[in-house]
């Protein structure tokens, strides 16, 4: 840190709330701040070429601006200046991407806490690199120095003497190298001068075995074009070592035939050892000493050029559930010591001449070159091992793998196809409940509409395309509306309305859930005011939100700024859950909850029993409502279970002194079981389907439907 001065931060955020936000965070922390918020290009380039910043916060999802292009600016104005990315909700692809662009950090808003210390990481950094350049500056100015002398003396000198028949002697070298390099017995007596003589056949035993011949062939190219020889070559140490030595030198043909070499070795050992290093680094992942990428698919590409015959070649592509979770929460240690000990898991179940590897995360490959009839019997085997714990810093805890698997020739052409497909069907199986999932044509159908629709979805919240239906929730007995759910609709331009089945669940995989949410809640608010100053409606608008929304730490205060902004008090407005929300257990999303509730606004549980969940947990959070789901509801006149199943949801939500709304309700025969059964509200198509906003008006003012 800089002391007790104020840390100098350029904060790229195109929200003036979030920025806002952002920033009591750090105060909260005890961090002294000088914050410059920019919003736009223009805005970053007259900051920095108007006064030096310490870091740089960017927000990820800008309309206008990328992570990228905001680090090449920073970058190019000042390639220590440290850039943190702060952001809501990212894929794994997306943040390795961010990484590779140059960003130092990546931090999740709902790990805020994180933001500090990674702050101070990069600060003590930017300082180390600042101190090391000067240190660079001024080795470099001893390097030209010492250049200058090694023109002189360069290094280990020797004279090398070939008689016309051949026979080799060297007859000028630095001792030195002799008792450092070869057994002293093979010397003879050096004391009397600082040169000692050795004989060519001495050498050549201290040359390993596999280097004679390269250093025999370098010499002899050079005796007979007079052309210096360059060779590399390992030397036998005296206590049994070996040292990589590098020799340079300069033959001239004498005048009664014999030739002679003036030159230099250099000890290369640890360069060949860092060398060595850097190519297995190109090949291996760092952590678990797996192939990479790269070298998996040269190893893939090989394997599909060989035959075939009567074979064929499988590929899996394993990932861990809440691998990105895990990370934010247990750290980068943490993580690769759960990594390792999925490799070594993995590396057990290996069989003859089939190769793992890792990617990156928590993805892995493996290749079956020559792949067994019974292939399940091979995933079911993974699955077993995945079911044993894992011990990471002495903890033991289950992690879950999904598997998607392409096969060759059926699946694909190459390898790119192949680790694509294998990629694809991992992609579907990772949100099911099954371990794994062979590839089919139909996935690649699907990834390429779900990228389409993140693209059309993306120009449709810049475009007002976003809409909303309502539905109205009525009295079981009056059947006078004493409620109103907001719906999302999506008015696409050619294709005209699209229902949120099609497009929510890839808004939730491409991370624009969050911004569309705000949206419907901006929307909902705003009508809501509306119809409340004409009088029509005292109830509250119930509006869905996504469970990724209620992970994010500032929700509560966006839903806060919405309320203020529209001018409706807390009890205006009821958000509506799903089950598998709520038994996350997740602190932020219970966090955000009581907030909102200590203020008024009221919460339902929405499509309840399709998760299974335990009303003990719906007990511990402030969820006022319940929505039965609508499937109960059309099976609860066919079956007898139903029925019972439906009355006993109405009679414990009674118990705990909760409402209970019937979703989907469609004919007069449900209508007078749910009457039966005490239910408090009903919605479905047998008084009124979604309609849009001026359609709901004409029902408020009907006010009461079904005669």
């Known amino acids: 840190?800089?002391?007790?001065?104020?840390?100098?931060?350029?904060?790229?955020?195109?929200?003036?709330?979030?920025?806002?936000?952002?920033?009591?965070?750090?105060?909260?922390g005890g961090m002294p701040l000088d914050a410059h918020h920019v919003d736009n290009r223009d805005a970053i380039v007259a900051?920095?070429?108007?006064?030096?910043?310490?870091?740089?916060?960017?927000?990820?999802?800008?309309?206008?601006?990328?992570?990228?292009?905001?680090?090449?600016?920073?970058?190019?104005?000042?390639?220590?200046?440290?850039?943190?990315?702060?952001?809501?909700?990212?894929?794994?692809?997306?943040?390795?991407?961010?990484?590779?662009?140059?960003?130092?950090?990546?931090?999740?808003?709902?790990?805020?806490?994180?933001?500090?210390?990674?702050?101070?990481?990069?600060?003590?950094?930017?300082?180390?690199?600042?101190?090391?350049?000067?240190?660079?500056q001024a080795r470099q100015q001893n390097d030209m120095v010492l250049r200058g002398i090694a023109k002189n003396i360069p290094g280990i000198i020797f004279r090398r003497y070939m008689q016309t028949d051949g026979s080799l002697s060297y007859t000028y070298m630095q001792k030195e190298l002799l008792t450092d390099f070869i057994d002293s017995g093979d010397l003879g007596d050096p004391a009397t001068s600082p040169l000692v003589m050795a004989s060519g056949a001495t050498l050549l035993r201290a040359i390993h075995p596999d280097d004679r011949k390269t250093y025999r062939d370098a010499m002899a190219l050079s005796a007979a074009t007079l052309e210096p020889m360059t060779v590399e070559f390992r030397l036998s140490t005296g206590s049994g070592g070996t040292r990589w030595l590098r020799s340079q030198s300069q033959p001239e043909k004498l005048s009664d035939g014999s030739l002679?070499?003036?030159?230099?070795?250099?000890?290369?050992?640890?360069?060949?050892?860092?060398?060595?290093?850097?190519?297995?680094l190109a090949y291996f992942d760092p952590v678990t000493d797996l192939p990479n990428r790269a070298h998996f698919t040269r190893l893939l590409i090989e394997t599909l050029a060989r035959p075939l015959k009567d074979r064929r070649v499988a590929l899996f592509c394993l990932g861990l559930d809440a691998f990105t979770d895990f990370q934010d929460g247990w750290g980068l240690a943490a993580t690769d010591a759960l990594v390792r000990a999925v490799a070594d898991r993995l590396r057990q179940?290996?069989?003859?001449?089939?190769?793992?590897?890792?990617?990156?995360?928590?993805?892995?490959?493996?290749?079956?070159?020559?792949?067994?009839?019974?292939?399940?019997?091979?995933?079911?085997?993974?699955?077993?091992?995945?079911?044993?714990p894992f011990t990471v810093d002495g903890v033991q805890m289950s992690r879950r793998a999904h598997v998607g698997i392409s096969l060759y020739p059926a699946d694909a052409s190459d390898a790119t196809e192949m680790l694509q497909h294998a990629s694809?069907?991992?992609?579907?199986?990772?949100?099911?409940?099954?371990?794994?999932?062979?590839?089919?044509?139909?996935?690649?159908?699907?990834?390429?509409?779900?990228?389409?629709?993140?693209?059309?979805?993306a120009a449709a919240m810049t475009n007002g395309r976003i809409t909303l239906f309502y539905q109205p929730l009525v009295h079981p007995v009056r059947h006078h509306i004493i409620g109103a759910e907001a719906l999302v609709?999506?008015?696409?331009?050619?294709?005209?309305?699209?229902?949120?089945?099609?497009?929510?669940?890839?808004?939730?995989?491409?991370?624009?859930?969050?911004?569309?949410?705000?949206?419907?809640?901006?929307?909902?608010?705003?009508q809501t005011a509306l119809w409340r100053a004409a009088g029509l409606c005292d109830f509250p608008m119930s509006v869905n939100v996504s469970g990724i929304q209620l992970m994010r730490p500032d929700f509560s205060v966006r839903v806060r700024s919405l309320l203020d902004r529209t001018g409706l008090p807390p009890s205006a407005l009821k958000l509506e859950l799903t089950e598998s929300t709520i038994i996350r257990d997740d602190d932020l999303v219970h966090r955000n909850i009581t907030e909102l509730a200590s203020l008024g606004v009221s919460f339902a549980l929405d499509d309840f029993g399709m998760e299974h969940s335990v009303f003990s947990r719906l007990s511990e959070l402030p969820i006022d409502t319940v929505k039965v789901d609508r499937f109960f509801i059309s099976q609860m006149t066919k079956a007898?279970?139903?029925?019972?199943?439906?009355?006993?949801?109405?009679?414990?939500?009674?118990?705990?002194?909760?409402?209970?709304?019937?979703?989907?309700?469609?004919?007069q025969e449900e209508l007078i079981y749910l009457r039966a059964?005490?239910?408090?509200?009903?919605?479905?198509?047998?008084?009124?389907?979604?309609?849009?906003?001026?359609?709901?008006?004409?029902?408020?003012?009907?006010?009461?439907?079904?005669g």
Not at 269 to 278: D, I, Q, S
Not at 366 to 377: G, R, S, V
């Open 1 to 28: 840190m800089r002391g007790t001065d104020p840390v100098r931060i350029l904060l790229v955020e195109d929200s003036e709330l979030d920025a806002a936000w952002l920033m009591e965070s750090l105060r909260r």
């Open 47 to 136: 900051a920095l070429a108007q006064r030096p910043f310490d870091i740089v916060l960017c927000d990820y999802s800008m309309p206008s601006l990328s992570p990228l292009e905001v680090t090449l600016l920073v970058h190019a104005h000042d390639p220590d200046l440290p850039l943190i990315v702060v952001t809501g909700t990212i894929g794994e692809e997306s943040a390795v991407a961010v990484m590779h662009a140059g960003a130092a950090d990546l931090v999740l808003k709902d790990r805020i806490a994180r933001l500090r210390p990674a702050i101070e990481r990069e600060l003590a950094a930017a300082a180390t690199r600042r101190q090391n350049r000067v240190i660079e």
């Open 260 to 280: 002679q070499w003036d030159g230099i070795a250099l000890d290369v050992t640890e360069l060949k050892a860092a060398e060595a290093v850097r190519d297995h």
């Open 349 to 388: 179940l290996l069989e003859p001449g089939e190769v793992l590897a890792r990617f990156e995360g928590a993805y892995f490959c493996l290749l079956l070159p020559d792949a067994p009839a019974d292939l399940d019997q091979r995933l079911w085997q993974l699955q077993t091992a995945f079911g044993l």
């Open 424 to 457: 694809t069907a991992l992609h579907e199986v990772k949100p099911s409940r099954e371990p794994f999932r062979y590839y089919a044509a139909e996935m690649t159908e699907r990834a390429v509409k779900r990228q389409w629709i993140q693209t059309e979805l």
């Open 489 to 526: 609709r999506w008015q696409h331009e050619g294709r005209g309305l699209i229902p949120p089945a099609d497009f929510i669940p890839a808004a939730e995989q491409g991370g624009q859930i969050v911004e569309l949410g705000y949206e419907v809640l901006r929307q909902a608010l705003e």
């Open 640 to 667: 007898a279970e139903h029925a019972a199943l439906v009355q006993a949801i109405v009679a414990m939500s009674h118990a705990m002194h909760k409402q209970v709304v019937a979703e989907g309700v469609e004919t």
């Open 677 to 706: 059964y005490q239910c408090d509200a009903l919605q479905g198509y047998l008084f009124s389907k979604p309609v849009p906003a001026a359609a709901m008006e004409l029902l408020l003012r009907q006010g009461r439907l079904l």
